[in-house]
């Protein structure tokens, strides 16, 4: 799967090289790499305890990591200055910052550090989601809390959006209205955006890029199109091992069907010459399958 | 046209721009689009279904470049001059073919009567009208 990950592209808003992360002892994350190009939405996928957050804090530069290297917006994640955090829009999986402030309060108070800030946005959302600007932030559900984090990392106008699990404590209507904003940020300011989830849903919708994450390593990270274009359940009928298939990614038998299906790869635009066998046939895979599949 | 006339399936295997694209193309082929009609602008498509707008163009790009659309200045897209008859009836049947050849080996799948699965097409067939 290595020759799938995305090779080095300057100027990547965000960049990670070969980064690694024990916590006592075991590893969370390793060797991975990864690349968000410019105005691409990346889907970062993976099972709860995939190491996602833990990739995300070590872009962020909030922890520091035992091997490789991130750079955010062209600096190094560990050091990034104030040009760089101006255009960096970051909601943590569970913000919990400036507990006892007020929610007018918190957004007065971050204003004046931000020069692209757009005050407007934060009185249209605060009137739209009808949050109540006077409740102190560790008032507020968690749902609430994420929707205020959220409204204060669009208002900076960011060119770099970064959310963990951003849907993960909203209702369906709020994360369907999340899931537009982010696209239309993307589409129309050219905002470069990372999310990660656990819902393949929410990153068909926006994504144009998806990354999995699996037990701590990058199983792949394509343009989303291509994947679904690309690989392919292949149906083989007969009970014996099939041999080996051009492109095979994984198989298992099937007793009902009464063979073998195995998950392939597309090489030069054609699927394997066994998909035309009496009795076989491509089918078309979902990301969702795909991901249990590559999984395992 | 109206973004809400799209149906998107984001879990589906086919990616979206190819859902945009096979739709626009059926309703054109149907006649349902007369040449000349509107398109909903990128935003209005990406907004209405919470979709990533680059989706959408490229979508309609590759409509453009079949001949289907054509783009206009300050405007945006609309059915192209060319694209003005409805096409004959075989055409559109071919159109529907890889769906029906789906819909038969599912039910035969399911080991369904065949009476059946004919009644219940016909059903949602004239529900439409």
Wanted: no cysteine.
């Amino acid at each position: 799967m290595n020759a799938m990950l995305k090779p080095h592209i300057d100027n990547a808003p965000l960049q990670a090289h070969g980064i690694s992360k024990r916590y006592d002892g075991r590893p969370v994350l390793d060797a991975v790499d990864l690349t968000l190009p410019e105005g691409a939405v990346l889907g970062l996928i993976g099972r709860n305890g995939a190491g996602k957050s833990t990739l995300i804090r070590a872009l962020m530069g909030l922890i520091e990591v035992d091997a490789g290297s991130a750079t955010v917006l062209g600096e190094p994640a560990l050091a990034m200055g104030d040009r760089v955090k101006e255009q960096l829009g970051y909601v943590p999986q569970q913000p919990d910052a400036l507990g006892w402030l007020r929610i007018d309060e918190m957004f007065a108070l971050l204003r004046p550090f931000y020069p692209r800030w757009d005050q407007g946005f934060v009185d249209s959302q605060l009137d739209r989601t009808r949050l109540p600007r006077d409740r102190a932030l560790a008032k507020l559900s968690p749902g609430e809390r994420q929707q205020v984090a959220l409204i204060r990392a669009l208002a900076v106008r960011p060119s770099l959006l970064v959310l963990d699990e951003p849907a993960a404590a909203l209702d369906p209507v709020a994360r369907r209205e999340l899931l537009r904003e982010i696209a239309l940020r993307a589409g129309e300011s050219g905002t470069s955006v990372l999310f990660s989830t656990h819902i393949v849903s929410d990153l068909e919708r926006v994504a144009s890029h998806v990354a999995f994450l699996h037990e701590g390593r990058m199983l792949l990270q394509a343009p989303l199109d291509d994947l679904k274009e690309r690989y392919a359940r292949l149906w083989l009928p007969g009970n014996a091992p099939p041999a080996k298939v051009a492109g095979e990614i994984s198989r298992r038998p099937q007793q009902a069907f009464g063979g073998w299906s195995l998950v392939v790869e597309q090489r030069d635009g054609r699927w394997p010459a066994e998909a035309q066998q009496p009795g076989a046939r491509i089918e078309a895979l979902g990301l969702e399958d795909l991901f249990v599949e590559i999984a395992e | 046209m109206d973004a809400s006339l799209l149906t998107i399936a984001p879990g589906a295997p086919e990616p979206i721009y190819r859902q945009i694209v096979e739709q626009v193309r059926r309703m054109i082929a149907g006649g349902q689009l007369p040449s000349g009609e509107l398109l909903p602008s990128v935003r209005e498509v990406a907004g209405f279904h919470a979709i990533n707008p680059m989706t959408v163009s490229r979508a309609y790009s590759l409509l453009e470049s079949e001949g289907l659309l054509e783009r206009l200045r300050g405007t945006g897209m609309a059915v192209a001059k060319s694209a003005r008859r409805a096409r004959p009836e075989a055409e559109r049947m071919s159109l529907l073919e890889p769906r029906l050849q789906d819909l038969a080996r599912a039910a035969r799948e399911l080991e369904l009567p065949a009476s059946r699965v004919r009644r219940r097409f016909d059903q949602l067939l004239e529900d439409g009208e």
